[in-house]
């Protein structure tokens, strides 16, 4: 009974992932616009892979537009891989960098409310609340625009590593007692600076 309840559940997570990827496979090929002309299509700093250490030195590499350059050099570097990753500017492969991020953040999420409800709640209760909440958050469509948008990454990227930061809080002794679950919060900050608040 009890490896039935744990297929069950591996089996309602892996269709939490599946219904994400059917909810956005038309947005693998959606195509550069706005902003995006002017961070990526325009922006020769992200050609190379070997400008990584500069973007971490000065943020005029974010934008060809100086009043929209900011000083955001994770963003910048996965723009880099993917420009690397795809031989140019194929759509498909920035899209993928972040639908990854976006499912890894969902699979983060899930963790998060499983612990936040450890006290409060049996195994099978929590599970199907965390599951349920964050089945929601990853085919909600508020989401839509910052998953579509492919220099929206930065909120992605930002949530990412904040929900990475309260995991290895919940669920690490030794990233607690020396404070390494920090580590993800400035890397949270190098994406988009409100990730520190």
Not at 103 to 109: D, F, K, P, T, Y
Not at 124 to 139: H, M
Request: charged share 10%; glycine share 2%; proline share 4%.
């Amino acid at each position: 009974m009890k490896e039935h309840n744990i297929n069950l559940k591996s089996a309602i997570l892996w269709a939490i992932f599946a219904i994400t990827i059917v909810a956005y496979s038309n947005h693998f090929n959606n195509i550069f616009h706005f902003d995006d002309n002017h961070t990526i299509v325009n922006n020769a700093f992200i050609r190379s892979i070997k400008n990584i250490p500069l973007f971490f030195k000065d943020g005029s590499t974010s934008s060809v537009l100086p009043q929209n350059q900011s000083y955001r050099p994770i963003v910048s570097t996965s723009l880099a891989i993917d420009y690397w990753m795809a031989k140019g500017y194929s759509p498909f492969y920035y899209h993928l960098s972040m639908f990854i991020t976006f499912l890894l953040q969902g699979l983060l999420i899930f963790l998060f409310i499983y612990k936040l409800l450890d006290a409060s709640c049996s195994n099978d209760s929590k599970f199907y609340i965390a599951v349920t909440a964050a089945g929601w958050y990853l085919v909600h469509p508020a989401n839509a625009e910052t998953v579509n948008y492919m220099i929206a990454r930065s909120d992605i990227l930002s949530t990412f590593f904040v929900i990475v930061a309260f995991v290895l809080f919940q669920y690490s002794k030794i990233c607690r007692t020396y404070f390494l679950y920090l580590i993800p919060v400035a890397l949270g900050a190098l994406a988009k600076p409100p990730s520190v608040i």
